[in-house]
């Protein structure tokens, strides 16, 4: 029978919860070979059962697109949107309406293939199944199968759903479920799964298990609940409740103080609703799908696609990638690795043998693998087969009747060893060789020959599914740029083991029982006989511990584990249900797509940063001059319209740095909030000191009025974020790397516009243009003093 290895699953093999062993225990007795199950009997199960599909959950457009509005910022806006509203400002009003609306537009396209994966999976399973009905084989729709269905299994067919064989043998493709390197064969006794392919013979089975009940169905539901947590919405998060608790703050002190010293209600409602729009970064989420967009299209060009836009920045993140084994890291093609000759042998010999007794039709990959090496070494061999007996599960052999121009009949036989070593005469050594083979990680093919009945072993072909040539190139190169690889296969620990010592994976081999919330990436590099969801726990395991955890797979059992982690990647050849879970699709043979990502992630990573820096040293001082300038004029110094117009000047025009040129940090990057905080507060403070003293000048030396003063201050902030901006996009002096040209030109945008309105006394009191370039230039001073104490601010709170 099929020995439950590799990618087996542990509920099959233990009768566990989901398999549906117990249900074939209940229902064997009921179904009957010689007419199945009766269409009211089916009818009966089909109601107790439910359908085989699996049940849709997926939200409505609408209300996907509806919850976007609940969440931190969107409640700031509309409560923005409420206050200039009840006070009769339609045009302020409609223009922060926008700006919620534009928000919620992009994050709703961003997320519109949240629902792609379980599509997928839905589409594996057989549309329609041949089964055994009321005495008839009739073709129905494979929805409408039960458990104690009798189907037939002919070669080419999808299993429908999980079942066990009846009567037949099959050879089934499990690569795509369980992992395995190697087609399993199934005779009577034997599960077969949903999913599965039939590479070889033909079976009867009866159905065990449907739907959710399957193991492909357990896969499929894994994928539904799957949900990691994003670092890209982490990081909207920081900056949105950082800003509310010391901007919140500081507001509360400004409304309190405007109320005891008998400001005008009118006034004390606008001055709150102008420290609510400073307090909003409104442009936030909009410059992280900018940034991603940006990062998908150069990913793109280098054959690396993205099925959820925040994949380039989680990449930017990942400090551990499972790379699963079969198909990943290897070629998922059997190769011949090795030919060892028996005495009176030699290598092409025993290849042009097994050659000899390997199908050519059956699509065995053992065979193709070992004819293709004959056919590359071994001239055509004077033998002609007078009888061929394909591969067979029961004695685990193939055989072949040979005749040489002579007339001498041969006789050759080849499978596992254990069976031809009970036929055929073996050296004393060959049992240790066949070991030696195997704790190697490849797969051993005795070969045996001789007159009838007369047989002795000729030799040992050993096959393996190699390495991909550059998976060690990419394991070392991901290792430079601190992300540790790990291996996670359903092949067993020998043949893991041998494969991640040729790829350069280190660590040991972790038993499935040691997945456990506590598991350390440093513990263990190989992960084997690891089935789906097992590699679900896997991820969710590294995740508790701190990790942020690429997966790497291809087939419909790594996709739970790539929807979990929090940067799913699918190499070229995998599924359509895995590349749907993953969130990131390589269309090029191999991972070095991989690196790529990772690198022009960090770039990205280095530009958000940049913008989030700027945003909070810009909103903390805003908000603190607010409160100054109120207690030192006596009134608001600046009012909501020109807040509006600054949110929209100047907080838009910043999301070109989202273009500015970077280089990828030589670690993972993470967001240390507490640090951007404490460092944008000490900027804040100091920008807050040059914006002050540009206020009691106007004030006390030129004696502007109130709304003059108003428009000073206006132009004052709007100067010095540009400033601000320059200042901090370089960790180092901001002359160390030239700007883009997107971001010269926002800035030149930006400058020209809030001039011409101040100069033309648009939305605002005018001023002259002396005093307009005047502030031009102290700015220009102020950011060249500012860059000298940003070096060692940034350095000692390690905003890096």
Known sequence: MVRPKTGTPRSAREGGPGYGATVSLQISMEATIATGLTSAEARRRLAEFGPNAIADQTPSPWRAFIAKFWGPLPWMLEAAVALQLARGAYFEAAAIGGLLLFNTTLGFIQEGRAGAALTALKKRLAPTALVRRDGDWVRISASELVPGDLIRLPLGALVPADATITSGSVMVDQSMLTGESVPADAYPGNQVHAGSLVRRGQAIAEVTATGSKTYFGRTAELVRVAHAASTEQAAIFGVTRN??????????????????????????????????????????????????????????????????????????????????????????????????????????????????????????????????????????????????????????????????????????????????????????????????????????????????????????????????????????????????????????????AAIAGKVGIAGAVCPPERISDDLSADEFGIFARVVPEEKFRLVEALQGHGHVVGMCGDGVNDAPALRQAQIGIAVSSATDAAKAAAGMVMTEPGLAGVVFAVREGRIGFQRLLTYAFNMMVKKFEIVLF????????????????????????????????????????????????????????????????????????????????????????????????????????????MWSSKPSNWVLASSAADVAIVSALALSGTLMAPLPWRLVGAVFLAVAVFALVLDQIKVPVTAAFKVE
């Not at 290598?347 to 050659?355: E, N, P, S």
């Not at 460092?679 to 000048?697: C, D, H, M, P, R």
Request: with cysteine.
């Open 243 to 496: 800003l509310a608790m010391v901007n919140g703050a500081i507001a509360i002190l400004i409304v309190v103080y405007g109320y005891a010293t008998a400001l005008p209600t009118g006034d004390l409602i606008r001055l709150a609703l102008t420290v609510l729009l400073a307090t909003i970064p409104v442009a936030l989420p909009a410059t992280f799908t900018l940034s991603a967009a940006f990062a998908a299209q150069a990913l793109a060009r280098r054959g690396v696609l993205l099925t959820r836009l925040s994949a380039a920045h989680e990449a930017a993140a990942m400090d551990v990638l499972c790379a699963d084994k079969t198909g990943t890291l290897t070629q998922n093609a059997l190769e011949v690795i090795d030919v060892l000759a028996m005495p009176g042998f030699d290598r092409d010999r025993v290849l042009a043998l097994a050659a000899l007794a390997s199908s050519e039709a059956d699509q065995d990959p053992v065979d193709a693998a070992i004819r293709e090496a004959a056919r590359q070494t071994v001239p055509d061999t004077a033998e002609r087969i007078l009888r061929f007996i394909p591969f067979d599960p029961s004695t685990k052999t193939s055989e072949a009747l040979v005749v040489d121009r002579k007339g001498n009949e041969r006789r050759i036989i080849k499978g596992a060893f254990e069976a031809v070593s009970t036929v055929a005469e073996m050296p004393a050594d060959a049992r240790r060789m066949v070991d030696n083979l195997a704790g190697q990680g490849h797969r051993v093919i005795a070969v045996a020959t001789g007159a009838p009945p007369s047989l002795r072993l000729a030799g040992l072909v050993a096959l393996s599914d190699p390495p991909r040539e550059e998976s060690a190139g990419l394991i070392g190169d991901l290792r430079g740029m601190g992300v540790r690889t790990v291996m996670v296969t359903g092949d067993s620990a020998v043949t893991a």
């Open 626 to 733: 607010l409160a100054v300038g109120l207690a030192l004029t006596g009134h608001a110094v600046l009012t909501p319209a020109l807040m509006v117009l600054m949110l929209m000047t100047n907080d838009f025009l910043a999301m070109s740095l989202t273009t500015d040129r970077a280089s990828p940090a030589p670690s993972p990057s993470k967001w240390r909030m507490p640090n951007i905080t404490a460092a944008a507060v000490v900027l804040g403070v100091f920008k807050l000191g040059f914006s002050t003293a540009v206020l009691e000048i106007g004030k006390f030396q030129l004696g502007l009025g109130s709304q003059e003063l108003q428009t000073l201050a206006f132009i004052t902030l709007v100067f010095g974020a540009q400033a601000i901006l320059y200042v901090v996009r370089e960790r180092r002096h």
